[in-house]
């Protein structure tokens, strides 16, 4: 990947002008961190598709005052201490002034913890939920660095909890990766579960890697389940799903958002399958969504739209470039306070594409107010980064992942509310 290349203009611009030096060439490189290999590596390449897909829409709209956006791209192999190492080259060694990942919440939290916090470097991450993420926001523990473009698993819970009973799932067994995103969805979706009229006939952790999970779905298996809510990767999942079916639990599941995934269906054969209903962050469509869905494969050759964390890093990537351009410069600081203003309320509403970026900048440049409505609908970040949205009900049907529904934010607020 290539480095950050100041010209003269460019290195004078950095050191305090307010805009971007009029240069004939110039880059500016932010950091990638993303799973591409190892349990969660078939989410982080569809998410690094998405980013260089908005990249090259918005270099190829005139980019940031004539400089390109390219990414330094990092595998963090699903490892949150190689996602950390990754990110103290980036942030510590070139310099980046904003980074991308991860995308699952042991790696969001580890980069966000031990390198983009302290540093005062802003991070966006397309895919990871836990709650965990807002509390550390919320106890200050984040320098206001964090971002996300999906929904917390505080949500997600209630929705998948609702879900369930709609598809008559009243008493379930439950089996989570042991981690900081399996521990909190859990807990949020038995509140919710519970206080809806479901019953929960046990929960069982399990650690990741294992070569046999034979004894998990066993012990989960006890006290005649109707179901089993598997809250996995596609991976280690698939482990699990064989070894449950195998036992003899029953072929009903419900599954979390990262289980949408070609590679586990196949992985578990889908004759088994034909009753799997999961919730994911969902998307209320704009020109954005239209846009991406008619465009992503192609670019990506071959990957679908509604790939995990697909339509969410391509949001990722355009914040991350209007950042940038609103900033004036390539300071994090700067991009920080820029991130919240590119999503403004009050702004011209911005949809992605090259015209559509290309008319952003031009606002921009007038210094006036941009809104930009991304494949996942509108945004808006809170004080902690986080955003809200609808969650998409799916189910698994002749080895097809189709959409069954939706639960809007107002509806998963409104049971959130009738639970207290």
């Known amino acids: 990947m290539k480095k950050l290349i100041f010209t003269a203009a460019l290195a004078a611009m950095a050191a305090g002008s307010a805009s971007f030096a009029k240069a004939a060439d110039c880059t500016i490189t932010i950091g990638l961190d993303l799973e591409l290999t190892g349990e969660a590596g078939a989410y982080g390449q569809a998410g690094a598709k998405s980013v260089e897909m908005a990249l090259k829409d918005f270099n190829d709209a005139g980019g ?40 699952i919440s042991p790696m969001s939290l580890a980069i966000l913890t031990s390198v983009t916090a302290p540093a005062g470097v802003p991070q966006i991450s397309p895919a990871s939920s836990s709650p965990t993420l807002t509390a550390l926001g919320r106890d200050g ?9 999906i929904t917390s698993d505080a949500l997600q819970g209630t929705a998948a909890a609702k879900f369930a009973l709609d598809k008559g799932l009243k008493k379930i067994a439950i089996i989570h990766v042991n981690n900081d995103f399996g521990v909190n969805l859990e807990k949020e979706f038995e509140a919710a579960y519970k206080k809806l009229g479901g019953t929960i006939t046990s929960v069982t952790p399990y650690n990741e890697k294992q070569a046999s999970y034979s004894a998990e779905a066993s012990a989960a298996m006890k006290d005649g389940p109707e179901a089993l809510y598997l809250i996995s990767y596609p991976v280690d999942g698939a482990t699990i799903a064989r070894a449950w079916v195998s036992g003899g639990g029953p072929a009903k599941f419900l599954l979390n958002d990262g289980m949408n995934s070609d590679d586990f269906i196949k992985a578990v054969g889908a004759q088994y399958l034909n009753e799997a209903y999961g919730t994911s962050s969902g998307t209320a469509e704009t020109d954005s969504t239209k846009y991406f869905n008619a465009n992503y494969e192609k670019f990506s050759g071959g990957l679908k739209p509604d790939a995990p964390a697909a339509d969410r890093s391509y949001d990722a990537g355009a914040i991350a470039a209007l950042a940038i351009a609103k900033a004036g410069k390539p300071d994090p600081a700067a991009i920080k306070a820029a991130i919240p203003q590119v999503v403004a309320a009050d702004g011209a509403p911005i949809h992605a594409g090259k015209e559509e970026f290309a008319k952003a900048l031009a606002l921009i440049k007038d210094g006036k107010p941009i809104r930009y409505e991304g494949v996942i609908g509108p945004i808006a970040f809170d004080k902690f980064g986080d955003i809200t949205g609808p969650f998409r009900l799916w189910q698994i049907k002749d080895g097809k992942v189709t959409t069954v529904g939706e639960m809007s934010t107002d509806d998963v607020n409104k049971v959130k509310a009738a639970l207290k």
């Open 141 to 149: 523990k984040t320098n206001g660095v964090f971002f996300r473009t």
């Open 64 to 103: 940031a005052a004539g400089c390109k956006i390219v990414t330094d791209t990092r595998d963090s192999q699903t490892q949150a201490n190689v996602a950390v190492d990754q990110a103290t080259q980036l942030v510590n060694v070139k310099k980046v002034p904003l980074v991308i990942g991860g995308i």
